[in-house]
């Protein structure tokens, strides 16, 4: 059982992996052969192309469910994912992009880590020497998205560059891992803000590597923090430190976790930019509460005792609001987890997003004792 939940609300978060075994054993049959990426009012999830960025994140719950119970259901639903998207590596697309990491961490390489299996190893790395192909020597990032951007490199990318940490531990080659810290080197050069506030995009001169400016994004302007921007960056400085040792990564990720635990509302779950001019009429992310939920749990399991609560008590106090506030339990027919999350200021507002219920599952399952990490 885990050491990082607190033991008196242990039975709590063991009643919610019940609950959420219930709903997952019910979303299997729902969403079947379906891709998945958002649900709005009626509560049913689309089915998107598998080249699309979130395409890994079902077969990802789908792993965790397996691991965390032994049911071979899961796993029979999870196993061919890999296999599909792995296509796309050698057909055109202009969707596969440096979020590889956020498609095949969590299919092939968790497929490796739970079952041995030597296809999912070869994809993995496959996805990795993509991934790697993306890094920009001259500016010390790695390319974000398509298109003629060749300059820009975003803060969602930290969670990507766990492929390559991941690639560098079971080749030796250490090539991949330099590329993954120096790109976490410029993020948290450029990317992060002195009191912990993060940036979206940032645009770089591609031939000569100087740093530009900073776009909005997905959140409201270049000046304001995006949440579930601020989400990966606390997630992913958190993991690049469990990979490197490197306390920069750790200082860096308790920055954005204090900024972003200060910055929340009253019932812990932000609304999809932490600067926006009036809170009127706006959406929340819980996405975003999840994935920082996540990290959150994993910077607690870094630091010493008398500092680990900090970080843990607000996971909990996140990870309670999105339970009892968010969370869909009573409503059989409706496929997500999570309601109330926001795509950006422009799209997909208000509506269940599929990476809000993987790392909301994840949290949960962190503090159920789950041990393998997909990041
Ligand atoms: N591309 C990652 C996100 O929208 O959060």
Same mark, same amino acid.
């Given at each position: 059982?885990?050491?990082?939940? $607190?033991?008196?609300?242990?039975?709590?978060?063991?009643?919610?992996?019940?609950?959420?075994?219930?709903?997952?054993?019910?979303?299997?049959?729902? #969403?079947?052969?379906?891709?998945?990426?958002?649900?709005?009012?009626?509560?049913?999830?689309?089915?998107?192309?598998?080249?699309?960025?979130?395409?890994?994140?079902?077969?990802?719950?789908?792993? #965790?469910?397996?691991?965390?119970?032994?049911?071979?259901?899961?796993?029979?639903?999870?196993?061919?994912?890999?296999?599909?998207?792995?296509?796309?590596?050698?057909?055109?697309?202009?969707?596969?992009?440096?979020?590889?990491? *956020?498609?095949?961490? $969590?299919?092939?390489?968790?497929?490796?880590?739970?079952?041995?299996?030597?296809?999912?190893?070869?994809?993995?790395?496959?996805?990795?020497?993509?991934?790697?192909?993306?890094?920009?020597?001259?500016?010390?990032?790695?390319?974000?998205?398509?298109?003629?951007?060749?300059?820009?490199?975003?803060?969602?990318?930290?969670?990507?560059?766990?492929?390559?940490?991941?690639?560098?531990?079971?080749?030796?080659?250490?090539?991949?891992?330099?590329?993954? #810290?120096?790109?976490?080197?410029?993020?948290?050069?450029?990317?992060?803000?002195?009191?912990?506030?993060?940036?979206?995009?940032?645009?770089?001169?591609?031939?000569?590597?100087?740093?530009?400016?900073?776009?909005?994004?997905?959140?409201?302007?270049?000046?304001?923090?995006?949440?579930?921007?601020?989400?990966?960056?606390?997630?992913?400085?958190?993991?690049?430190?469990?990979?490197?040792?490197?306390?920069?990564?750790?200082?860096?990720?308790?920055?954005?976790?204090?900024? *972003?635990?200060?910055?929340?509302?009253?019932?812990?779950?932000?609304?999809?930019?932490?600067?926006?001019?009036?809170?009127?009429?706006?959406?929340?992310?819980?996405?975003?509460?999840?994935?920082?939920?996540?990290?959150?749990?994993?910077?607690?399991? *870094?630091?010493?005792?008398?500092?680990?609560?900090?970080?843990?008590?607000?996971?909990?106090?996140?990870?309670?609001?999105?339970?009892?506030?968010?969370?869909?339990?009573?409503?059989?027919?409706?496929?997500? #987890?999570?309601?109330?999350?926001?795509?950006?200021?422009?799209? *997909?507002?208000?509506?269940?997003?599929?990476?809000?219920?993987?790392?909301?599952?994840?949290?949960?399952?962190?503090?159920?004792?789950?041990?393998?990490?997909?990041?």
């Amino acid at each position: 059982m885990s050491n990082i939940g $607190s033991g008196v609300a242990i039975t709590y978060w063991q009643e919610v992996m019940k609950k959420l075994e219930n709903k997952m054993n019910r979303m299997k049959d729902q #969403i079947g052969e379906k891709c998945p990426h958002f649900a709005g009012e009626d509560g049913k999830y689309d089915n998107i192309h598998t080249d699309w960025w979130t395409s890994g994140f079902w077969p990802g719950m789908l792993w #965790i469910m397996h691991d965390m119970t032994g049911d071979k259901a899961y796993r029979d639903a999870a196993w061919s994912w890999d296999e599909m998207l792995e296509q796309w590596l050698v057909k055109p697309t202009v969707e596969l992009h440096h979020d590889v990491g *956020f498609q095949f961490l $969590s299919t092939a390489v968790i497929k490796y880590k739970i079952t041995g299996d030597e296809d999912g190893f070869r994809r993995g790395l496959e996805a990795a020497n993509f991934l790697a192909g993306r890094y920009n020597p001259a500016g010390q990032f790695i390319r974000a998205w398509n298109g003629d951007k060749y300059g820009w490199a975003i803060i969602d990318c930290m969670l990507n560059i766990s492929l390559l940490f991941w690639a560098s531990e079971v080749t030796g080659d250490p090539g991949y891992k330099h590329i993954a #810290i120096r790109h976490a080197e410029t993020t948290m050069q450029y990317g992060v803000r002195e009191d912990g506030s993060t940036k979206h995009i940032l645009s770089f001169d591609p031939e000569d590597g100087h740093y530009i400016e900073s776009f909005g994004g997905q959140g409201y302007s270049p000046d304001s923090t995006w949440s579930r921007g601020a989400a990966w960056g606390l997630y992913g400085f958190a993991n690049t430190y469990r990979h490197t040792q490197d306390v920069r990564f750790l200082n860096t990720a308790k920055r954005i976790a204090h900024y *972003f635990i200060s910055a929340l509302p009253e019932d812990s779950v932000p609304y999809w930019d932490f600067r926006l001019p009036s809170l009127e009429g706006q959406s929340r992310d819980s996405s975003a509460a999840a994935i920082a939920a996540s990290g959150l749990l994993e910077l607690a399991s *870094f630091v010493p005792e008398g500092e680990k609560r900090l970080y843990a008590d607000a996971a909990e106090r996140i990870l309670r609001s999105l339970t009892e506030n968010y969370a869909v339990w009573d409503q059989p027919e409706h496929e997500s #987890i999570l309601l109330h999350a926001t795509g950006s200021g422009t799209s *997909f507002i208000d509506v269940s997003l599929i990476y809000g219920d993987y790392y909301y599952l994840e949290a949960i399952a962190k503090l159920n004792g789950w041990k393998h990490r997909v990041y």
